[in-house]
């Protein structure tokens, strides 16, 4: 692959300046494991970060997804944090996030491996005009995220993510429980006691987004950058790097990088990154969360790297 300078770069990635189309076509085939990103959506209102209408927007993520196609490893896996959006002057639902996944699927051969739903329990309540005027919608707080592969069987692994047991399950594993037959039918045998280090996860994700204080943020102050408006939290990347990467030669891709919350969490879990944006501002002051708080050194360098 012959990619152009990056912006920056870190022990294990780099981030890069531009088109991530363009700079996806130098990416050698089947070389990424993991794409997971959060792309812009299609909203009604435009943004500061950019933003395609909702007729226009399958169309014009398709050619990125013929890329997304290609770069994949064949068990690699594609996830989208894409929010859904209001049509134009009514309390109504637009369906574009579900055309892009029909598309996905239909046009370019995507396989749905599961579709997840990021709940975000501290949103506001939005659309203002339905929810807070006319009372006659209740706000919208969650996020779809599709994930997406090339083949039917993805790396992945669920004892990566398991969650904590609860004090109930807890109890149980403790206590004993007895193998019998719900009402509606479901087997509980004597294999629900066996202890697996915690409980498989749900496809809702409750994270809530509520950071307005941290390094990146107070360091964008300092330096009078305005920092990224639509920055999702790092535990929906870590998840996602968790269940479907296993091992430091994995490389993992954000095309719409944003302020790099991809590349900080896939530097802090020991995975190779690159990272891509197109607004120099956003990327610049990214650099903010490769450095080390406390020293205030920055592990980043100026030197070429090879992803």
């Not at 009514?90 to 996944?101: I, M």
């Amino acid at each position: 692959m012959v990619l152009p300078e990056p912006y920056y770069k870190t022990p294990l990635g780099s981030a890069y300046l531009g088109d991530s189309l363009e700079i996806m076509k130098e990416l050698d085939k089947e070389s990424v494991n993991l794409i997971v990103t959060s792309p812009p959506f299609a909203l009604r209102r435009k943004k500061e970060y950019g933003n395609v209408d909702a007729n226009e927007y399958v169309k014009w993520f398709l050619q990125f997804g013929e890329e997304f196609k290609r770069i994949l490893a064949d068990d690699g896996s594609l996830v989208i944090d894409i929010g859904g959006s209001w049509n134009e002057g009514e309390p109504t639902r637009s369906l574009y996030h579900f055309e892009l996944l029909i598309s996905l699927c239909k046009e370019l051969g995507f396989k749905l491996a599961q579709e997840f739903y990021w709940y975000n329990p501290s949103k506001l309540p939005s659309p203002a005009e339905w929810v807070n005027v006319r009372r006659i919608r209740v706000k919208d707080s969650v996020d779809p995220i599709w994930w997406l592969s090339k083949n039917a069987f993805p790396k992945a692994d669920n004892r990566r993510i398991l969650s904590p047991y609860s004090p109930s399950m807890l109890g149980l594993l403790k206590n004993g429980y007895k193998a019998k037959k719900r009402p509606s039918g479901h087997d509980i045998s004597v294999k629900f006691k066996r202890n697996n280090n915690g409980a498989i996860p749900p496809n809702l994700l409750s994270i809530p987004n509520t950071s307005s204080n941290d390094y990146y943020q107070r360091q964008c102050r300092e330096e009078g950058i305005e920092p990224h408006p639509a920055r999702f939290p790092s535990k929906l990347p870590e998840f996602f790097i968790n269940f479907c990467t296993d091992g430091r030669d994995d490389l993992v891709l954000d095309p719409f990088a944003g302020s790099n919350v991809t590349g900080e969490v896939a530097e802090k879990l020991g995975r190779r990154w690159i990272a891509i944006e197109i607004d120099e501002t956003y990327l610049k002051a990214s650099k903010f969360r490769f450095e080390f708080e406390q020293q205030k050194l920055p592990i980043f360098s100026t030197e070429r790297c090879a992803p």
